[in-house]
């Protein structure tokens, strides 16, 4: 596979980790760089991870992770989200919480926006191409935007301030409902 397209498979895989770490960034009030560095870690590590499982899985895989993975990935997403728009509403803080010792949502969301990668990886294993070299470049690709994702957020957290939780909670639904959707139309 051409190092232009392992590129692009990256880059639109990451998406939906660089919006959560967005989302997460914005609630950082300090140690942002080091949650940078720990989303992207594991969003990175995940997204990394995932091809390679789905390529061992490969056609044993491919039925369960077309059924049921985007289901899995609304499903996280959806509550996580919907959580978080719901403390936001209350006043209760309503975000994704990095550094408020969140590890467990950290990573449900790692999981949840791995799952295509999921998939990706079982493509590759019946497209009988090789998986390391894509794995890992999805993992480098996902650990920079995720970086840059809290980096972001963060700035974009104190202009918006307790909004962004709400809007956070938006974002996470919003992923899982695209997910979903393309699943059942597309």
């Not at 989200?81 to 509403?89: D, Q, R, T």
Request: aromatic share 10%; no cysteine; proline share 2%.
């Amino acid at each position: 596979m051409e190092f232009a397209t392992t590129l692009l498979i990256a880059v639109g895989l990451a998406m939906d980790a660089f919006a959560v770490s967005i989302s997460g960034g914005a609630t950082l009030r300090e140690g942002r760089v080091r949650w940078a560095v720990i989303a992207g870690a594991l969003f990175g590590g995940f997204q990394a991870g995932m091809p390679v499982l789905g390529w061992l899985g490969g056609m044993g895989l491919a039925s369960f992770v077309g059924t049921y993975g985007p289901w899995i990935a609304f499903l996280l997403l959806a509550l996580i989200g919907g959580k978080m728009i719901l403390e936001a509403v209350r006043g209760d803080g309503g975000s994704v919480q990095f550094a408020a010792g969140s590890a467990a949502t950290l990573l449900l969301l790692a999981v949840a926006t791995s799952i295509d990668a999921l998939a990706v990886g079982v493509s590759f294993a019946v497209l009988d191409t090789a998986i390391l070299w894509p794995a890992a470049t999805i993992g480098a690709v996902t650990f920079a935007l995720s970086v840059a994702g809290v980096l972001v957020g963060s700035s974009f957290g104190r202009i918006i301030g307790r909004k962004a939780g709400l809007v956070g909670g938006v974002i996470l639904v919003g992923i899982g409902l695209r997910i979903l959707l393309e699943h059942l139309f597309f």
